[in-house]
């Protein structure tokens, strides 16, 4: 069936291929196959982009992606923490089978790196940015980096604080270094207020290099904007009033149990109990530090349109999972809840069509797969995602039928179009929402007897993933 599948998506891709022959380069030689730049973020919710309804924040150039694109309303990060994630995206498997799923994870023999399937398939394989994987982007499928930020700058770092005032306690002693381990403390140790320029700057350098090379490029870009520690970015100060800003409509002063994470460094950035005054504080930052990203991002596109490639690359945005700030009581990721385990997905190119909305249930993991098809590559082996293309090309086509994501040993969900069932194994807890009435996630129906029959089902289906997938808890069960 497996094998079946692929000789469908194949057919798919040659369809959708007919779309690729006007790409040429002044009529002197045969088309060029598509280029791809993936931008991803740090810590963005789903509900930051105002084409997408957010009526406060502006993303002007977030908003011309979403208008030339298609943007997957349900993306999924399964384990909603920068490492596990960002493991899937590389790995295009899930964290059970890649062996990510905490901060200190290490692969597991016998993957496939994103960056080696493109190598593989022609493509120079360029990485700019935040890297918190195991080995180094160069070790891990990639050509080259430029404006690489990790850690490592530990004798250059001092303490300092955030825009609020508040201790910095992450990317303490982070800094930009090149592929020889070199350090450049010149453009500064831990996040700085303008750190998404030089992320941009190295981005634009590989966008001009694309013009000028024969092969197709692979770019992936990683922003940390908009993580913390919160940073007014110079000449944002007066974009967003607090106090003119809306909580998030599922705002609580504290979450109502200890989920298996409340004295975790995230929820410690906060106050206990949340205010309104603290988080609309929080979140007029968050919005500056986005805003100022869209604006480098409106650079890598003008890039891309000053050196005649926009027409042949394909632009896909994302994060690497969302954040509360203030939702359900809570200030981090780590949790199970849509503000979290979702974020952007918006796709953008040749072939794609434009100012549409995908609904599907998908994970971030689905990337790899997806610019494999779009490139003419196969998938390797190693591969558990599947292509969006299907899903693109038509609106009603779903691609999974429900979603499931992990933290720890403490949190399991599985989701539907309509249900949300979250397992806290812990403490022998569980959470049920009606999605299409409850979006927000406001009202436990756990234990109500009229949903003992939807609770059961989606238990039933929830302990059958994680016998598939290899969680350890599963075992545990046995």
């Not at 943007?71 to 899937?88: K, L």
Request: hydrophobic share 35%; with cysteine; charged share 25%.
């Amino acid at each position: 069936m497996r094998n079946v599948n692929r000789l469908l998506l194949s057919a798919t891709a040659v369809l959708i291929a007919a779309c690729y022959v006007p790409f040429c380069t002044g009529g002197e030689s045969p088309a060029k196959r598509p280029n791809f730049l993936v931008v991803v973020t740090d810590d963005q919710r789903p509900d930051t982009i105002a084409a997408l309804g957010n009526p406060v924040i502006r993303t002007p150039n977030l908003d011309r992606l979403v208008r030339d694109g298609v943007a997957f309303t349900r993306a999924v990060a399964p384990d909603p923490v920068c490492t596990p994630s960002r493991a899937e995206i590389l790995t295009g498997c899930c964290g059970f089978t890649n062996g990510v799923t905490s901060m200190g994870g290490r692969f597991r023999e016998g993957l496939t790196f994103w960056g080696d399937a493109m190598r593989g398939g022609g493509y120079h394989a360029w990485y700019v940015g935040k890297w918190m994987n195991d080995g180094k982007p160069i070790t891990r499928g990639y050509d080259e980096t430029l404006g690489l930020f990790a850690g490592g700058g530990a004798q250059w770092w001092k303490d300092t604080v955030d825009y609020h005032g508040r201790p910095v306690t992450g990317y303490r002693g982070w800094i930009f270094q090149k592929d020889d381990g070199t350090k450049l403390p010149e453009l500064g140790v831990g996040l700085t207020k303008e750190i998404s320029v030089h992320f941009a700057d190295a981005a634009i350098e590989f966008i001009r290099r694309g013009a000028e090379s024969k092969k197709p490029f692979f770019l992936h870009v990683n922003f940390t904007a908009p993580h913390d520690p919160l940073l007014m970015p110079p000449g944002y100060e007066g974009m967003y009033n607090p106090n003119k800003i809306p909580l998030p409509k599922n705002f609580r002063p504290k979450h109502p149990f200890d989920h298996g994470n409340l004295e975790g460094r995230d929820e410690l950035l906060l106050p206990f109990p949340r205010t309104p005054e603290d988080v609309r504080a929080d979140l007029a930052v968050y919005y500056a530090v986005i805003s100022h990203m869209d604006k480098q991002l409106g650079r890598m596109l003008d890039a891309l349109q000053a050196t005649g490639q926009a027409e042949r690359t394909y632009v896909i945005f994302t994060s690497d999972q969302g954040l509360a700030v203030g939702s359900h009581g809570l200030r981090g990721k780590q949790n199970m809840y849509a503000h979290t385990v979702g974020e952007p997905l918006v796709m953008a190119g040749p072939g794609i069509p434009a100012g549409e909305v995908r609904q599907t249930p998908c994970y971030l993991r689905d990337m790899y797969p997806t610019v494999c098809e779009l490139a003419g590559i196969g998938a390797p082996e190693s591969v558990q995602g599947r292509s969006l293309v299907p899903a693109i090309r038509d609106p009603n086509v779903r691609i999974y039928d429900y979603a499931f994501g992990h933290f720890r040993d403490v949190q399991r969900m599985i989701r539907t179009e309509k249900w949300k069932l979250i397992h806290y194994p812990q403490i022998k807890r569980y959470q049920l929402f009606d999605l299409e009435n409850d979006p927000l996630e406001m009202e436990d129906l756990i234990g109500r007897p009229c949903y003992a029959t939807v609770f059961a089902d989606l238990r039933t289906k929830l302990e059958a993933w994680q016998k598939e997938a290899g969680d350890p808890l599963a075992e545990d069960r046995q």
